[in-house]
């Protein structure tokens, strides 16, 4: 089993930065895929990133060139720094891993965080 908490989220201007963390507890995910995904209200949960244990990255189109995901294997832990912000990357940004590889869909990822509120403001 593993726990995964999100921290890092609050509100933010447009133009902002923020860096998301996920700390993961209970087993090394040193070989798991980590990713990231959002939802926004009376939406569907969106893919954001994802980095597979070979360190190869992937991003949603939508965040492309202003997200970065990265893993400290040290500390169990995955980031998502987010520069650029938009209002329309409001959202609670989930943390997840998979023991499946990384993928874009959520179905593949088998634990998830609770979630961390993200607010960017016009």
């Known amino acids: 089993q593993v726990q995964l908490v999100e921290s890092g989220g609050g509100l933010v201007q447009a133009g902002g930065s923020l860096r998301l963390s996920c700390a993961a507890s209970?087993?090394?995910?040193?070989?798991?895929?980590t990713g990231w995904f959002r939802q926004a209200p009376g939406e569907e949960r969106e893919f954001v990133a994802t980095?597979?244990?070979?360190?190869?990255?992937y991003y949603g189109n939508s965040v492309k060139d202003r997200f970065t995901i990265s893993r400290d294997n040290a500390k169990n832990t995955v980031y998502l720094q987010m520069n650029s912000l938009k209002p329309e990357d409001t959202a609670v940004y989930y943390c997840?891993?998979?023991?499946?590889?990384?993928?874009?869909?959520?179905?593949?990822?088998?634990?998830w965080g609770q979630g961390t509120q993200v607010t960017v403001s016009s």
């Open positions: 997840a891993a998979s023991t499946r590889g990384c993928a874009s869909a959520a179905q593949v990822y088998d634990y």
């Open positions: 209970g087993r090394t995910f040193r070989s798991y895929a």
């Open positions: 980095m597979c244990w070979t360190g190869s990255t």
